[in-house]
């Protein structure tokens, strides 16, 4: 069975500055996907950003990166230029690579907080 | 516009009462999923269906039971067996076909056991 795991239950960081949220996960797949999604007050689950495992390179996306470490079993999230928008809990998930099941297993959460 | 809707947006129900949530998309998509999300955690997959007239247990199918006759449907029952049902229910959709696994989530709804 898979594991996630996010060690920083809360964070909060300056208006315009860069955050780094951690994520490790337990796995002995070879191929799978990972997952960055965050969740405002209202609630709503929203992608922020994806990595397939097989792709060396980092996924981006506007001010949102990750540091993929394979090896490591790391998955991070970087935010450069905070704004007051990014304030939400957010959760690191894994999938196994399509097969007859799809699921996705989550972390247990990061609530960020960004400070005017 | 395309996309998932739940609803009700709140529901209150009675110790021993059967409740319906409903989980409606318009994306065209193969596969749903039920997930139950409690305070301070992370998402539990209650039940998913890949495809029409087909669906799975996940991890904590107990208490709950869905059905999937359409293609857009895929509501989710949370019965009286369930023993701790208060909790916030977030619906997900996939396309299973696609270049991409990627789940996209409702906007959820909050069951409160009064």
């Known amino acids: 069975a898979q594991t996630v795991t996010q060690s920083q239950p809360e964070m909060s960081v300056q208006e315009a500055e860069t955050v780094t949220l951690s994520c490790t996960y337990d796995?002995?797949?070879?191929?799978?996907?990972l997952f960055w999604y965050k969740q405002p007050p209202s609630r709503q689950m929203i992608l922020v950003i994806r990595?397939?495992?097989?792709?060396?390179q980092n996924a981006t996306e506007n001010r949102f990166s990750v540091n993929f470490q394979k090896a490591a079993k790391s998955f991070s999230l970087k935010i450069s230029d905070s704004q007051l928008g990014d304030t939400a809990m957010y959760f690191c998930a894994f999938m196994k690579q399509p097969g007859s099941a799809r699921q996705l297993t989550f972390g247990s959460g990061t609530q960020l907080t960004v400070l005017p | 516009d395309g996309g998932i809707t739940q609803s009700p947006k709140y529901l209150f129900r009675k110790e021993g009462q059967n409740v319906t949530l409903s989980c409606e998309q318009n994306l065209n998509h193969d596969a749903m999923y039920w997930y139950r999300q409690d305070p301070g955690q992370g998402l539990r997959l209650i039940y998913y269906s890949q495809i029409v007239n087909d669906f799975q247990k996940g991890d904590i199918a107990e208490g709950y039971s869905v059905s999937r006759e359409k293609k857009e449907s895929f509501p989710l029952t949370v019965t009286s067996a369930q023993k701790n049902p208060t909790a916030f229910y977030l619906c997900a959709s996939s396309d299973r076909g696609g270049s991409t696994d990627t789940q996209y989530f409702g906007p959820g709804t909050r069951l409160t056991v009064l």
């Open positions: 796995t002995s797949e070879n191929n799978y996907y």
């Open positions: 990595q397939e495992a097989y792709k060396q």
